[in-house]
C-alpha cells in the first residue's frame, strides 16, 4: 500500500497504474472483442466506437478534475483537445501511406494497433525526457513557445505538399538490410517466402511491417509539434502524458470515418496554426506581462475549443459537395515493388 501512495513524477503510483489498467483494458476488449477477426469497419461503427473512446476521454477528465484540482482537469481537456484535433493531419499522412502500400481496409485496423501500442512506449520516453529536462532547466519552455509559434506561423503560408512515402528514409533502410517481400500476406508483418536463388523458405517482412514503421515514424514528427504543445500548456507530467494517450487511443476508432472525408476538414489546419501560436505566445505573456501569474486556464481552452470547432465548422461549410481526391496511387496500382 505505501508503494501505490508514492509519487512518481510528481503524481501518486496508483495514478499511473489505474491509468495503464485503463489502456490495457480498452485495447484489450477492442482487439480481443470487437475486431477479433479481420474486416472492414464501416464508417459509421467508426462513428460509433469514437465517440466510445471520446466519452472514456472526457469521463476520465472528470476523474482528475475531481482527484487533481479544476487547474489541471482544465489543463487536461485543452490537452485533449488539441491533440484530438492535430491527428486529424495524422489521418491524412496514415491513409496514404496505406493506400502507397496497398494495405486492404480489413488489415488496416490491426496495423493500427500496434502502431497505437508503439506511439504509447514512444510518447512516454518523449514526454518523460522532456518533463525531465523542463524541471531542470526551466528555459527549455520559452524555446518550445518560440518553436510553437514559428511552426504556427510556417503552417500558416505553407502549401499543401503530401509525403513521399516511395522515397522514405525508412523504407529503403529496410529494403537494403532485409528481406522484403512485394506481396500482402494476411495480417502478418513477417512470413516465410521463396528464397530467390535457393528456393529455400526464408523470413522476409512484408509491406504490413513497412507501413507500420512509416506510420510510428510519422507519429514522431508529428510529436514534435503535439509533445511542445501540451508542455505549453503545462508541465504536469501525468496531465500531459494521458492527454496525449487519450487523445490518441482512439485514432485507430476514427481513422475510418475520417479516412473517407479527410479532404473536407482542409482549412482545419489553419485554425490548428493559430492553436501553436496562441498556446506558444501565452508563455511569454503569462512570464513577461502578467507578472509570473498563470493565463486562466479556462481562458486557455475556450480559446483552443474555439479555433478548433470554428476551423471544423468552416471546413465543412467551404468544402460542401466537394468530392473526394484522387490518392497518388490506388489500391490496385502495387508500387511497393518499384519502392523495394
Given at each position: 500500500m505505501e508503494f501505490l501512495l508514492m509519487d512518481w513524477l510528481g503524481t501518486p503510483v496508483w495514478f499511473w497504474l489505474a491509468f495503464?489498467?485503463?489502456?490495457?483494458?480498452?485495447?484489450?476488449?477492442?482487439?480481443g472483442i470487437l475486431h477479433k477477426e479481420d474486416r472492414e469497419m464501416g464508417i459509421g461503427e467508426s462513428l460509433k466506437l469514437s465517440a466510445f473512446y471520446i466519452g472514456i476521454a472526457l469521463l476520465f477528465g472528470a476523474w482528475v478534475w475531481a482527484q487533481k484540482g479544476a487547474d489541471l482537469g482544465m489543463k487536461y481537456y485543452t490537452g485533449f483537445f488539441i491533440e484530438k484535433a492535430l491527428s486529424i493531419d495524422n489521418v491524412f499522412v496514415i491513409s496514404l501511406i496505406f493506400t502507397y502500400f496497398a494495405i486492404p481496409r480489413m488489415y488496416q485496423y490491426r496495423a493500427l494497433v500496434w502502431g497505437i501500442i508503439a506511439v504509447i512506449v514512444l510518447r512516454g520516453i518523449m514526454i518523460a525526457a522532456?518533463?525531465?529536462?523542463?524541471?531542470?532547466f526551466y528555459w527549455l519552455l520559452y524555446i518550445f513557445a518560440a518553436f510553437l509559434v514559428a511552426t504556427g506561423i510556417k503552417m500558416l503560408f505553407a502549401g499543401d505538399k503530401p509525403m513521399d512515402v516511395a522515397n522514405n528514409p525508412a523504407v529503403k533502410f529496410i529494403s537494403n538490410r532485409m528481406r522484403v517481400t512485394p506481396d500482402l500476406?494476411?495480417?502478418?508483418?513477417f512470413a516465410k517466402v521463396p528464397d530467390e536463388k535457393t528456393g529455400k523458405l526464408v523470413r522476409a517482412a512484408t509491406p504490413l511491417f513497412l507501413a507500420l514503421v512509416v506510420i510510428n515514424l510519422a507519429d514522431l514528427v508529428f510529436a514534435v509539434d503535439?509533445?511542445?504543445?501540451?508542455?505549453?500548456?503545462?508541465?504536469?507530467?501525468?496531465?500531459?502524458?494521458?492527454?496525449n494517450i487519450m487523445a490518441i487511443l482512439g485514432l485507430r476508432a476514427l481513422y475510418f470515418a475520417l479516412a473517407a472525408m479527410v479532404h473536407r476538414f482542409h482549412y482545419l489546419k489553419y485554425a490548428l496554426a493559430l492553436v501553436l501560436v496562441f498556446i506558444g505566445t501565452k508563455i511569454f505573456?503569462?512570464?513577461?506581462?502578467?507578472?509570473?501569474?498563470?493565463?486562466p486556464p479556462v481562458a486557455s481552452l475556450g480559446v483552443t475549443f474555439g479555433l478548433i470547432l470554428g476551423g471544423i465548422l468552416y471546413s465543412l461549410w467551404k468544402t460542401r459537395g466537394a468530392e473526394e481526391p484522387d490518392w497518388p496511387a490506388s489500391t490496385d496500382e502495387r508500387r511497393v515493388a518499384d519502392a523495394l
Open positions: 495503464l489498467g485503463l489502456v490495457a483494458a480498452l485495447t484489450a476488449f477492442d482487439l522532456g518533463a525531465a529536462l523542463v524541471q531542470e500476406h494476411g495480417q502478418k508483418f503535439s509533445v511542445p504543445a501540451i508542455f505549453a500548456i503545462t508541465t504536469d507530467t501525468f496531465i500531459v502524458y494521458t492527454s505573456v503569462s512570464d513577461f506581462l502578467l507578472g509570473g501569474d498563470k493565463f
